[in-house]
C-alpha cells in the first residue's frame, strides 16, 4: 500500500509541475510540438459551456490528489490547493502574452475538482469502509 501512495504522490507532483508549465508558457506548448505552431491550442473534445480540456486536466490531477492523500485532515488542505491553483493558473492568463482568459477554461477547472470531491464524498458515505 505505501508503494501505491508513493506512486499516487509522484504522479501528482509531475502533473502538478507539467500543468503549472503548460499553463504559464506563452503559446500552446502542445501545439508547438504537434502543429509547429505555437498559436494553435489542441482540443480532445470540442468545448460547449465549459472547456473540456480543462475539465479533464483538473479532474485527473484531483483524482491523483486523492489517492495520493487520501486521509481526511489532507483532503480540505488539497481541496483549498486544487481550487486555489484552478483559479491562480486561469487569471495568470490576463498577464501572459498570446494566452487568453476564458470564463469556461476557468468553469471547467472548477468543476473538475469540485466534481471529483463530491464523487469521492458520495463514495465514503455510501460504500464506507
Known amino acids: 500500500m505505501k508503494n501505491y501512495k508513493k506512486f499516487c504522490r509522484i504522479v501528482f507532483y509531475l502533473a502538478?509541475?507539467?500543468?503549472?508549465?503548460?499553463?504559464?508558457?506563452?503559446?500552446s506548448f502542445i501545439g508547438c510540438y504537434f502543429y509547429k505552431d505555437c498559436n494553435i491550442d489542441p482540443k480532445i473534445i470540442e468545448d460547449y459551456i465549459i472547456s473540456f480540456n480543462h475539465f479533464l486536466a483538473f479532474a485527473v490531477l484531483t483524482i491523483f490528489g486523492l489517492l495520493?492523500?487520501?486521509?481526511?485532515?489532507?483532503?480540505?488542505?488539497?481541496?483549498?490547493?486544487?481550487?486555489?491553483?484552478?483559479?491562480?493558473?486561469?487569471?495568470?492568463?490576463?498577464?501572459?502574452?498570446?494566452?487568453?482568459?476564458?470564463?469556461?477554461?476557468?468553469a471547467g477547472n472548477i468543476l473538475g475538482v469540485i466534481i471529483i470531491i463530491i464523487l469521492y464524498f458520495l463514495k465514503n458515505v455510501f460504500f464506507q469502509k
Open 16 to 27: 502538478n509541475f507539467f500543468l503549472i508549465v503548460l499553463y504559464t508558457y506563452p503559446g
Open 68 to 106: 495520493a492523500f487520501s486521509k481526511d485532515s489532507k483532503i480540505k488542505i488539497l481541496t483549498f490547493y486544487l481550487l486555489s491553483i484552478s483559479i491562480i493558473l486561469e487569471l495568470l492568463h490576463l498577464l501572459i502574452p498570446v494566452r487568453t482568459f476564458q470564463f469556461s477554461d476557468l
